[in-house]
T-cell receptor
């Protein structure tokens, strides 16, 4: 079946630094990719939607200059958390949609900002 | 933003009992999906029900969908301790949005 990978699975960074998270679809082309954030004991919140080659569409309240999304190819999207703060510590999950409109989720990246 | 709400927020039952979780949503949808998540782990897709379907079964899972009431339910029959997890409904109306989730605890 379709596989979505995320790298890294866990990352710890210092406050003020930037962190890049990769999301790859391994055996199919993703027409659309989604990024979600999940705080402890809460649900997944959609952060942004991106289509290959175009700018991401951010949800209300998500700072596009802080969470940079690059959907460089049909198999790769990256989320960069810039100038990270402890409150950015969260579980970040990507999701990809294929040409048949099926959606698949990555295993998530746990970010801890110290 | 989240699509809707789930109830109950938490549910604790004995092994062997049935567990029912409900999900309500606000906008029109193409389909509704249910996911399970163990603590600190990724999502596991359980079942998808399309907007023109009313009921769907998969093993011990039964999902219903009432588009007129914008609601869905997930029934897990003969629950097991391994079913302990958080369960989320997600509505797909162009993008996928999640409900608040139900934390299910099945006691052995």
């Amino acid at each position: 079946g379709a596989v979505v990978s995320q790298h890294p699975s866990r990352v710890i960074c210092k406050s003020g630094t930037s962190v890049k998270i990769e999301c790859r679809s391994l055996d199919f082309q993703a027409t659309t990719m989604f990024w979600y954030r999940q705080f402890p004991k809460q649900s997944l919140m959609l952060m942004a939607t991106s289509n290959e080659g175009s700018k991401a569409t951010y949800e209300q309240g998500v700072e596009k200059d802080k969470f940079l999304i690059n959907h460089a190819s049909l198999t790769l999207s990256t989320l960069t958390v810039t100038s990270a703060h402890p409150e950015d510590s969260s579980f970040y999950i990507c999701s990809v949609r294929d040409i048949y409109y099926e959606q698949y989720f990555g295993p998530g990246t746990r970010l801890t900002v110290t | 933003s989240q699509q809707g709400e789930e109830d109950p927020q938490a549910l604790s039952i004995q092994e062997g009992e049935n567990a029912t979780m409900n999900c309500s949503y606000k906008t029109s949808i193409n389909n509704l999906q249910w996911y399970r998540q163990n603590s600190g782990r990724g999502l596991v897709h359980l079942i998808l029900i399309r907007s023109n379907e009313r009921e769907k079964h998969s093993g011990r899972l039964r999902v219903t969908l009432d588009t007129s009431k914008k609601s869905s339910s997930l029934l897990i029959t003969a629950s097991r301790a391994a079913d302990t997890a958080s369960y989320f409904c997600a509505t797909d109306g162009g993008d996928m949005r999640f409900g608040a989730g139900t934390r299910l605890t099945v006691k052995p």
